[in-house]
């Protein structure tokens, strides 16, 4: 070869030489940086999992620290009413009336489906003489609860009271054919019967 061909020929390799230092250099940053990347996105995941851990645990203890407190109201106001219904029956007893009433209108604001509570208000209202409130309160107890036999006779006595026999007679025969083995229902029959001077039919249902 001649020189100048073997110097054209030491450039080209030279030029070569430079070429692949500078892929391999870029080839290494390219490598760092996607490590770096992948490192960083390692970083963020693991800090994004344990954050949602924690947030979890967090949730969990608020569930619990609510689940508590539910638990400790509905205790302390099972209590209160405990209370209330003893306070409103000692009353009762003593024949303070309107302070029973108060105490059963408590009991309901605190709970509106104490049948204890519409139970205690008829039979005040009852003893007062309060026929409509008390017939309001026994007919909405045959709502609220099952206890119908009991409750018809309820009405047959409010009934009774305002000298409306026939509806009493209705109301005592409807308690009789839910349970015929009550005797203070069957005492109740007996009565109206006896006072609407049906003897005879007295003695059929005794």
Do not use: C, W
Request: charged share 30%.
């Amino acid at each position: 070869r001649s020189p100048a061909s073997k110097q054209q020929q030491t450039k080209k390799n030279i030029l070569d030489q430079r070429l692949r230092r500078l892929l391999n250099d870029k080839t290494v940053k390219i490598r760092q940086q996607a490590k770096s990347i992948i490192q960083l996105g390692r970083s963020l995941l693991t800090g994004f999992y344990h954050d949602l851990l924690d947030k979890e645990k967090e949730l969990k203890a608020k569930r619990m620290q609510a689940r508590t407190a539910t638990a400790v109201g509905q205790s302390s106001l099972e209590k209160r009413i405990k209370n209330l219904i003893d306070e409103a029956q000692e009353l009762y007893r003593q024949d303070n009336l309107n302070e029973v009433e108060k105490r059963y209108l408590e009991i309901i604001s605190l709970d509106p489906k104490s049948v204890t509570a519409f139970e205690g208000l008829g039979d005040l209202y009852l003893k007062q003489r309060k026929y409509q409130e008390a017939g309001e309160t026994y007919n909405y107890l045959l709502r609220l609860t099952s206890s119908e036999a009991y409750f018809y006779d309820k009405l047959g006595q409010v009934a009774k009271a305002q000298g409306r026999l026939q509806e009493a007679e209705a109301q005592f025969v409807k308690s009789v054919e839910l349970n015929n083995q009550n005797a203070a229902y069957l005492s109740d029959l007996a009565e109206v019967y006896r006072l609407e001077g049906e003897y005879d039919k007295t003695a059929d249902n005794l």
